[in-house]
């Protein structure tokens, strides 16, 4: 079967060789084979990863994992999958994932693009999540950003009818482009008239705190699967 998809130039990260503390890199080593689950061009049997019929909600790029482990913590009636390029983050969420004795989230530490287009089914999500993504904020960056037209088609396809799509960023300019975007993708729908408020199941990072206590606006945007 040939992949339809055309060969992607432009990726929206940059793969850093950031440092591993030895914690990160223990928990990589006793936890890694338990919760990452190996990226794998082939459809990923969500139930069966997890072990349990379950709400699953996809996080794309979730740094060290703080929100992500806080979530997955608050709501353990959903399950969590994860998806990184970064290894110091994924070592840094295993070790929260172990701290805390969470049961409902998994990696995938890999391009994001390449396991929406081969990991994930169609309409198997119940939700999304994508916060703060890179902003790229130079004029001439912005075609790295990671929402576009044809990625977030990709995504809407992958959420089941009547689930969400959560998108959270601290630079203006580039909340304008995702709800323009957004607003573009006929299978989705705001639930309000343009920004949401940040829902409770988000929580606020340090970074985030620390900018608010500056006066830095952040945007949350809320679309539905129809």
Not at 83 to 105: D, M, Q
Not at 162 to 183: F, K, R
């Amino acid at each position: 079967m040939h992949d339809t998809h055309p060969p992607r130039t432009i990726r929206s990260f940059v793969l850093r060789a950031g440092r591993m503390g030895s914690g990160q890199q223990r928990a990589l080593e006793e936890l890694g084979p338990r919760f990452v689950l190996p990226y794998a061009a082939a459809p990923l049997d969500l139930e069966a990863a997890f072990g349990r019929g379950a709400p699953k909600i996809l996080e794309i790029g979730f740094g060290m994992g703080d929100s992500t482990a806080s979530i997955a913590a608050n709501q353990p009636e959903n399950d969590y999958l994860g998806v990184e390029v970064h290894t110091p983050g994924v070592g840094a969420l295993l070790k929260r994932i172990g701290a805390a004795g969470l049961t409902n989230l998994r990696i995938v530490q890999h391009d994001a693009v390449e396991v929406l287009e081969n990991m994930i089914p169609p309409a198997s999500l119940d939700g999304v999540h994508i916060y703060f993504p890179d902003p790229w904020h130079k004029k001439r960056h912005h075609k790295r950003r990671l929402i576009q037209p044809i990625f977030v088609a990709l995504l809407a396809t992958r959420i089941k009818p009547g689930g969400y799509l959560h998108l959270a960023t601290d630079w203006q300019d580039y909340a304008e482009q995702m709800l323009g975007v957004l607003q573009g993708e006929p299978s989705l729908v705001n639930t309000v008239a343009d920004y949401a408020p940040r829902p409770v199941y988000r929580p606020l990072t340090k970074f985030e705190q620390r900018g608010l206590r500056l006066g830095h606006g952040v945007w949350d945007l809320v679309f539905r699967r129809v």
